[in-house]
């Protein structure tokens, strides 16, 4: 795919659905303790139903970042400057582009941020 707005369009919907599956797995996951003992620290579940439950929520909100970023990516190319280096103002390579679609910022300025 050589245009950048299909790229992220598809990489878009490919995290959409992401999301929905992770969402179903939360709810699965929470519907579960509804059935076991409320004290985690006495039920040998519960404990793996509060990990799993951390973990799954984890993941939505890092799926949702990267939701946030496709989003931020689709204006840069609205606004003319996807592909442009937010903080120096060069070119993002391309092999960053490749690996990382949403890319803010060149691997040189990517590489001096804390």
Known sequence: ???PRQRLQHERE?????LASLT???DAVVAASLDTNAD??????????????????????QVRHHLAELDAALARVDAGVY???????????D????????A??????ASRRP
């Open 40 to 61: 985690d620290e006495h039920d040998p579940e519960g404990t793996t139903i509060a990990f799993e439950r951390s973990q799954i929520g984890a993941l939505v909100r």
């Open 14 to 18: 490919q995290t959409i659905q992401r």
């Open 83 to 93: 592909g442009t280096c937010e903080v120096c103002g060069s070119a993002i390579g």
């Open 104 to 109: 803010r910022t060149c691997i040189h300025c």
């Open 24 to 26: 179903g797995d939360y």
């Open 1 to 3: 795919m050589d245009d």
């Open 95 to 102: 092999a960053r582009l490749d690996a990382l679609p949403a």
